[in-house]
């Protein structure tokens, strides 16, 4: 059984700094592609970041050199480290896993139908 759990979400400043984890089990399909999603209200989902076995990154463009990810794989947990918030980052950010075993190329697409398994999510909210 696949299961994702996210934490560390929160209110932060413009400019501040927040880091997401999410820590992550299931088989191995399951973790050869794990994404972080966000999605703000009225909105629909967005690709953020994903890391793909053995753990090649891939950042989406608005948020390319302020957001690094980092695995542990001994506690099986993601990490994503966003600095330099601003308010357009304000969203529910959620971690995902696919439904079956994805290459790196099909992993960095983030296509909104890979997606079968799904965190509860962690607001951030970015002020100014």
């Known amino acids: 059984q696949v299961q994702l759990v996210e934490s560390g979400g929160g209110s932060v400043q413009a400019g501040g700094s927040l880091r997401l984890s999410c820590a992550y089990s299931?088989?191995?399909?399951?973790?050869?592609?794990i994404v972080w999603f966000r999605q703000k209200a009225g909105k629909e989902r967005e690709g953020v970041a994903a890391?793909?076995?053995?753990?090649?990154?891939y950042y989406a463009d608005s948020v390319k050199g302020r957001f690094a990810l980092s695995q542990d794989n001994a506690k099986n947990t993601l990490t994503l480290q966003m600095t330099s918030l601003k308010d357009e980052d304000s969203a529910m950010y959620y971690c995902?896993?696919?439904?079956?075993?994805?290459?790196?190329?099909?992993?960095?697409?983030?296509?909104?139908?890979?997606?079968?398994?799904w965190g509860q999510g962690t607001q951030v909210t970015v002020t100014s």
């Open positions: 995902a896993a696919p439904r079956t075993y994805l290459s790196a190329d099909q992993c960095f697409r983030m296509s909104p139908t890979d997606w079968a398994y």
């Open positions: 299931g088989p191995r399909y399951s973790r050869s592609c």
């Open positions: 890391i793909s076995a053995p753990g090649n990154t």
